[in-house]
């Protein structure tokens, strides 16, 4: 059923717990087929009579994922037509996860940055190992934090907080995280299997109709904010992409040095 994944690590446990890693270890950059092979398994899934839980994870023990590669940035700069399909694939993303009908638990390996935090915090239950860093650092970038960000974090710890983090792009450790309530939980590393794949084994063992449709009911009020905020928030960072502020940044993450801004 997911022939078509080459880019992720699929494994299937004979209790219903779909495992899926984000196989490009140290960091798990999105990059390559990662992005679309993500969201089509999370399509399909739904139709998939033999899972009733998955658990997202990172390879390694670095990162669950930096997110966007930066390598992958620098080349965009010079084509307009993948920075746009670059966005409309994130819309996909988005909408992939949140019509997700079955309970998505992410084992938060490592560092979450970008894209890893929003799909660390879209899913439905989130334990992140102790120490781990949570951030979206888009405007760090020169990206306005559009593809979901500046929905789920103010859901999550109210737009006070929400907004400190999301406008600076400073990270917060898990510990941090979780009495926020960004989380559910932060743990030793030695506990992270237990309390993620207990918890996937207990949902797995319950009453899945039921459980199904309370996390659908649950996401229904998310699911209508983000309809209704979606389309502006993706092309407001795509309209940053072509900033000079973020062809400066790029630029600078590669050679190691701090950028100028210039407010344009």
Known sequence: MYDYVTALKLDRRDNGVLVITLDNP??????????????????????????????????????????????????????????????????????????????????????????????????????????????????????????GGALIWPQLIGYMRAREYLLTGDPVLSQDAAAMGLINRAVPRDQLDEVAFGMADRLAAGASVAINLTKQAINLPLRRQLEGMLDASVW?????????????????????RKPSFNGD
């Open 26 to 147: 140290p960091t798990n950059p999105f990059e390559g087929a990662m992005h679309d092979d993500l969201r089509r398994v999370l399509t399909d899934v739904n139709a998939d009579p033999d899972v009733k839980v998955i658990v997202l994870t990172g390879g390694g023990e670095k990162a669950f994922s930096a997110g966007g590669d930066i390598h992958e940035m620098k080349r965009l700069l010079t084509d307009n037509h993948g920075t746009i399909h670059g966005f409309i694939e994130a819309r996909r993303m988005l909408e992939a996860l949140l019509r997700l009908e079955k309970p998505l638990i992410a084992r938060v390996n490592g560092h979450a940055i970008g894209l890893g935090a929003t799909l660390a915090l879209f899913s439905d239950l989130c334990y992140a190992v102790e120490g781990a860093k949570i951030g979206d650092p888009h405007v760090a970038v020169g990206y306005a934090a559009g593809d």
């Open 236 to 256: 407001f960072e795509a309209i940053s992409s072509f900033s000079k502020d973020h062809e400066e940044a790029v630029n600078a993450f590669i050679e190691k």
